[in-house]
Every structure is written in C-alpha cells, then in structure tokens.
C-alpha cells in the first residue's frame, strides 16, 4: 500500500501546508501565513491609536504665552474681522483670551495708529444703527457704552446726532408706528403704550409730550 503522500505527488498534486496548533491554550489550529498577515494588520491600528491620543495630548497641553504680541495681534485681528467693535469691546474679549493688560494696550495702540480701529467711527455708525431702531438720545449713550465705547465719546456723539435732530425724528417715528398699531384701542391705553415705548427706547420725556399732543389730541379725555 502507498501512502497518501506519495499517491498525491503521482497525480501531481502537492499536500496541505501544515498548520500550527497550540495545544496548551486550546486554540484551533490557523495557518502560518495567515497569523502573519494578521499581525502586520494589527499593529500599524494600534500604533496609530497611540500617536492620535499623543498628539491630542499635546495639543491639550499647549497654552498661549499671554505676553506674546505677535499672537495678541492675530487674535485681535481675527476678532475685528469677524465683526466691528470698540477699542473697549476688543480689550474685553482679549482679556477673556488671557493676554496681559499692557500686551493688549499696546495691541490696540498699534492698531489704532495704522487705521485698523476707529472709535469715533464705530460710535457715529453704531448711533445711526440706534437712531434706526428708532432710539432716543439717552438710549444711545447707553448702547455704546455697553458696547465699549468710552462714556465721553459716546455722549459727544450722540449729542451732535441729537442737534441735527437725528432723536427727534426716531421719535416722531415711534409715535406714527404705535399710533398705527393701536387703532381702535381705548385712547388711554393708545397713549400709555406710546409713553412705554418711548421710556424704553431712552427719548426726552419733554419730544414724547409734544408728539403725544400731536398724535393723539383728538382722543385726550
């Protein structure tokens, strides 16, 4: 009797690679060659596993010098070009940031100097915006101020607007759109809301009177 092997090699045929078995850990047996690829395949995930969480890590760990100008400088510009803002309202979102005081002083000196950041610019637009929203003149102030606008200008500003009658006019406005919406209400409360509307928007009390007269005389009790 010939054996298996030789009975395949007569016929051209060759035997099975054989595999190996680990008999201790009970594992069916896989083929050599196979393992290998598998390992190749394996580790390269691993490693690049290893190398994201480092350089996460790193990133994590990075923290911006607060003394660094050049860095200020970017930030700020980035800042402006996102929106408008004050020299007041840039300082606080800098400061947020984490940069010294002086480093952002000096920042905005240098911005100011090449033209990139205008107070008095951005104050004369922001109460065009107010007088648009129908504002009156201490309501204004008050919307610059919060907008980091220093006091001083936001006051002179808004007093150059109020003598060419930019709050007048905003006013006159409200007084015609609420008149509008209230039709057909009780004149009391027609005039009631008026005087709200006015009071918050920050008009003079003495232009809501004489617009009141105006509007609603005919429905005085």
């Known amino acids: 009797m010939i054996s298996?092997?030789?009975?395949?090699?007569?016929?051209?045929?060759?035997?099975?690679?054989?595999?190996h078995e680990d008999s201790s850990s009970g594992r069916e047996p896989k083929a050599v060659g196979h393992g290998r690829f598998r390992n190749r395949c394996d580790a390269p995930t691993t490693s690049m596993r290893v190398s994201r969480r480092h350089?996460?890590?790193?990133?994590?760990?990075?923290?911006?010098?607060?003394?660094?100008?050049?860095?200020?400088?970017?930030?700020a510009l980035r800042l402006l070009d996102a929106a408008p803002r004050s020299s007041g309202a840039l300082r606080e979102r800098l400061?947020?940031?984490?940069?010294?005081?002086?480093?952002?002083?000096?920042?905005?000196?240098?911005?100011?100097?090449?033209?990139l950041l205008d107070d008095d610019a951005y104050a004369r637009s922001a109460v065009r915006y107010c007088a648009a929203r129908l504002m009156g003149r201490r309501g204004a102030v008050a919307e610059l101020t919060r907008k980091?606008?220093?006091r001083t200008l936001a006051q002179r500003v808004c007093a150059e607007a109020d003598s060419q009658g930019v709050f007048d006019d905003a006013a006159?406005?409200?007084?015609?759109?609420?008149?509008?919406?209230?039709v057909g209400?009780?004149?009391?409360?027609?005039?009631?809301?008026?005087?709200?509307?006015?009071?918050?928007?920050?008009?003079?009390?003495?232009?809501?009177?004489?617009?009141?007269?105006?509007?609603f005389a005919e429905e005085r009790d």
């Not at 350089?55 to 930030?75: H, I, K, L, Y």
């Not at 006159?172 to 209230?182: Q, V, Y």
């Not at 008026?194 to 007269?213: D, T």
């Open 4 to 19: 298996a092997e030789l009975f395949l090699k007569g016929r051209g045929l060759q035997p099975a690679q054989a595999t």
């Open 55 to 75: 350089v996460a890590g790193e990133r994590s760990d990075t923290r911006q010098d607060p003394s660094d100008f050049g860095a200020c400088r970017e930030a």
């Open 95 to 115: 400061l947020g940031k984490g940069y010294m005081p002086d480093v952002i002083d000096d920042v905005i000196e240098r911005l100011t100097r090449v033209q």
């Open 148 to 150: 980091g606008v220093d």
């Open 172 to 182: 006159w406005e409200l007084g015609r759109r609420t008149a509008r919406k209230t």
């Open 185 to 215: 209400m009780d004149p009391a409360v027609r005039r009631r809301r008026f005087w709200s509307a006015g009071g918050r928007k920050g008009h003079n009390p003495a232009i809501l009177r004489e617009i009141a007269q105006e509007l």
